[in-house]
């Protein structure tokens, strides 16, 4: 148990042992989350106290923040406290260190200067932070203590939180000290903390009759009487019971209880304000700077804002020291209520205060946020020097990623201008707000052309997220004109990618495409060769368009990771049978979204390596990535709806009907991207296979009408071209199912396409070309298929012995892709056309689950497993365990062998 010490605290036995046990949990790297919850003066900061010393002593590093009212509006402010002292004292190969790897994201929040805009900062910028944690606990166990949390502000509790979940494998405690339902806390994120796995919730309860008997009787010789009134009155709140016996000289005789009495109800507010009053003018003023500078203070700008010389400043501080109303230590409030009684007393100086603090602190070269919090406290006026700050201030919290704080600074920016409406804007977009009234204000004022272009891509992102691709594209079409030069390209750039939503704007869309054939900008690049692949051009012309899209691989980072035209070229590759072209361009992008640390664009990633695997890999780990993928993407109408679909199509190929049925059907209401994603091909298929073929065409019919819009003639999606052949025979209208072939074929051959040459031969039921198109094509499934179609067709036919080759490399086949079911059915007949086949065990590579094989390719690229969990959005925990798994599957003892084990 942590001992107390000299001053030591009544009835808290029960909460010292607990924290006891947590931080040496924490020196065991076994981390977790201490929130102390009590009602104010119940003593969180005195335990909290106690915890650092204990901590201190038992050789873990300390660092610590407090909140405070002022301070909610300043973004990041508690993360700085925590961290800027011990950043500050590193050199700069220790700072290095602590800024390495993913950590790095998080350096723009210590920096002086702002850091430019960047895409998604509010996640990139938590795991940066998470990962700061990570390297400062690696060099010694970290206590990491938060007081008077429910002052603190959002971006930093959404840290704290992140960190909280994150938490359990790593030698850190999080000391959290916090009010229940403190008015204006951020109550959610709070609560959030509070219900984190690895938090143990500790309430210091009030204090018994004993305990404040103990108390009373310290001070004075007490009789029974006036204890039992101070019990009463306190209702055992230690605080209310320290300021009651310094708020009048007691003596503790029974006939003082009435005074007892009369001075609690009005509780400390009473108590402080009379010790103030017994102080001078001069003190008051003092006191009062104290409360308007809250973290800032310094004997300079206290005096100055006292209007007192440094010298008299100081003697003033000395009389607080001595009534107990000030920390003679670091000139802070003995108790936060005390400051908040002297704030409260400020009446009509407070906005003066105030405003002198923020001139003050600005002259002193303090950063914008922190001049911009007491331009908050200001009341609000037309000031365009302040103005310009809060406006500057709200831009940087925009790129530390706190669009919350960024909010509240811009919308006090008074006058208002142009810039400040935009970012205004900007954050409400990122907050998933409505940002078109403040840019339509500012669009209607004298508005430069950059704010204007600025302005039309926040709104025409914000139209298409919001499904109104036909509005952003109207805005972005009025806005190119009006541009300058140089940020034409952009707006074009995205004026195609609305335009490549709707059905309906295909035609323009392809004509934008056509357009702009001979740029060179990535988004027109990677949009052609996706236009050229889906209307038939053979590889020998999509290839080309391809490299010249990815000539850098840079171009997914100059695409920025929230904009996916990257993946249109990447589809071109799979439309046109491209395995290892497309292999590396996925892998191209999963090291840059990697790197950047967004989760959107990490889903993704693992969108387009489930397409991968499941046309030319394994179904198995298709089915995980999609699985993860979707995990990501959760709560988004298009991932939800893009990822759903393919992962429905992936059970279909695994013959998991119930489960792709499951799939299809958890997606939400489609919108006007379904047919992009070929939700209605895939429904199609569904349906044929649950032996419905009418519904089947109907289906089928929706997405060749879309396709058809779109000019996309060669049926990528769920191979919708064979599948209209094999819904056609199941309708017995087998002339139309031939001659439709017979023509897609053609085609097939013509753009050098055997895989789906192949699909249209098995769709007909023509085995034996199947097979040698199959041979030909990088598709491992469509090969298993045809050679199984070629083994039953020759077994019926009663050729048992010619039936066996194809059965067993069919067999083989659907083995290494994961079609469970092709397998069993190949199984059997292999039994009945007479071979013997053995069950080919379950394990070695294939038994991997898509998370171990991708933990292990990292591993074998030589990450180490931190990098690894930076890479994959995972805990240390989570790599080892995986890892450990890979290890017994692969009967392998460690990393060493790994490699080898892999090939
Ligand atoms: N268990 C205890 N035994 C004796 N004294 C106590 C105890 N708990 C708190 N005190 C005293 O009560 C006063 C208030 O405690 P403290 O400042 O720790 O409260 P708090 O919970 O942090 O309040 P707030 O929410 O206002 O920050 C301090 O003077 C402290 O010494
Ligand atoms: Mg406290």
Known sequence: MIDAGPNTLLERGAELEGLASQLSGARAARGSVALL???AGHGKTSLLRVLRAEAADNGLRVLAATGAPLERDFAFGIVRQLFDAELHGADAA???????GAAALAEPVFATVPAADQQDPAHSTLYGLYWLAVNLAAEQPLLLVIDDAHWADAPSLRFLDALARRVEDLPVLLAIGARPAEPGAEQELLDGLATAPATRLHRPGALSEAAVRALVSAKLDAEPGFIAACFETTRGNPLLLTELLKSAPFAGRADEAEAVRTTVPGTVARTVTARIRRLSDHALAVARAIAVLGDATSLERVAALSGLTPAEAASELDQLAQADLIDPADARFTHPMVREVVEADLGAQRARLHREAARRLHADGALDGVVATH????????????????????????AEGAPDVALTLLSRCSPATPESLVALGLARFRLGEDPLPP??????GDVSPDLAADAAAIAAAALVLASEPRRAAARLRAAIPRAPE???????????????YRDDDAEEYLATVERHRDSDRPTLLCHLAHARAMAGAPRSEVLPAWRRAFADTRVFARLGVERFAALWAIEALLAVEAADEAKEAIRAMTDLTDRAGSRSSAGAAAWLEARWERRFGHLRRAEDLARHGLDLGRGAHVPETAIGTTLGGILLDRGDLPGARDALAAIPEPGPTASIFGLWATRARLQLEEGDPEAALTSLERQESADAARRWLIGLREDSHALRVRIL?????????????RTEIDRAQAREAAGAEAVLHLALGDAQRAVDAAQRAPLPLVRATALAELGFALRRDGRRADARPPLREARDL?????AVALEARVHEELVVAGARPQRLAFSGVDALTAQERRVAELAVRGLRNREIAEALFVSLKTVEVHLGRAYTKLGIKGRSQLADALA
């Open 729 to 741: 025979l199941a309708l017995g209208r087998a002339d139309e199912a031939e001659a439709f072939a």
């Open 375 to 398: 331009l908050l406290a200001a009341e609000p006026a037309n000031d365009p020097w302040a103005s310009e700050i809060l406006a500057r201030a709200g831009r940087r919290a925009l």
């Open 37 to 39: 919850e009590a009602p």
């Open 486 to 500: 140089a940020r034409r390209g952009e707006l074009e750039d995205q004026l195609v990618e609305a335009l490549s």
């Open 814 to 818: 659907a083995h290494r892709c994961g």
């Open 439 to 444: 840019l339509d204000e500012a669009l209607a």
């Open 94 to 100: 220790r700072r290095e260190h602590l800024f390495a």
